[in-house]
């Protein structure tokens, strides 16, 4: 059973300031990773993905990805308070139906 | 426009009663899941299909059971629903076992008494 831990819980930065998430898979099997964004009372929405060692950037975020190392990150740079959310990290393999979600990082961003 | 949309979005239940939680999806999806998120936590994998009138078992089964009767539709069921299980149930569909992202639904937030 693939496991997949997210840190730290929680992370509180200043506006303006660089947030960096982090998650790791147990499965050495593992193709996909998606950063998915939840604001609070709201449901998940995906905001990065990434299936390639290296780098993707999209606006204000990077996300990373060593999939020797079973490793992804996603950093926020110039964050904004409506960056202020849960991020939930998942993976899963190709051919397999099952995607396991980590426990969440919770942001909050300080005016 | 992808669509997943679950009923009720909100049920109070009493402890031992029958709870169903509906998803219908118009994404032409073959995939859907159902999972649970407790309070400030991550989600976790009650069931999920790949086709019609077959369902499997994900990471915490117990006291769930799942009916998907058609491509479009997935339900969850609690036959005896216990205080343990109150919590946001969100239903999720994806088109194939590739890169695409689950598109998650809105949630059901049931509440066992």
């Known amino acids: 059973q693939q496991k997949v831990q997210q840190s730290p819980e929680s992370l509180i930065v200043p506006e303006g300031g660089m947030a960096s998430l982090n998650c790791t898979s147990s499965?050495?099997?593992?193709?996909y990773f998606w950063w998915y964004r939840q604001h609070s009372g709201k449901s998940p929405k995906m905001l990065m993905?990434?299936?390639?060692?290296g780098e993707k950037e999209e606006g204000r975020f990077t996300v990373h990805l060593n999939k020797a190392s079973l490793h992804t990150s996603l950093h926020i740079r110039d964050s904004q308070p409506s960056d202020s959310a849960l991020y939930l990290c998942a993976a899963a393999n190709y051919g397999n139906e099952k995607i396991t979600f980590g426990a969440g990082t919770k942001l909050t961003i300080k005016p | 426009e992808a669509a997943v949309t679950q009923s009720p979005r909100s049920k109070v239940a009493v402890t031992g009663g029958k709870v169903t939680l509906s998803c219908h999806q118009t994404n032409n999806h073959d995939y859907m899941y159902w999972y649970r998120q407790d309070t400030g936590h991550g989600l976790r994998l009650i069931h999920y299909?790949?086709?019609?009138?077959?369902?499997e078992k994900g990471d915490i089964p117990d006291g769930y059971k799942a009916s998907r009767p058609s491509q479009e539709n997935f339900s969850l069921i609690l036959e005896l629903a216990s205080l343990s299980q109150t919590a946001v149930y969100f239903c999720?569909?994806?088109?194939?076992?590739?890169?695409?992202?689950?598109?998650f639904g809105e949630g059901t937030r049931l509440s066992v008494l």
């Open positions: 499965d050495r099997n593992v193709d």
């Open positions: 999720a569909s994806k088109r194939g076992t590739d890169n695409q992202a689950p598109l």
């Open positions: 299909s790949y086709v019609a009138d077959s369902t």
């Open positions: 993905s990434i299936f390639s060692n």
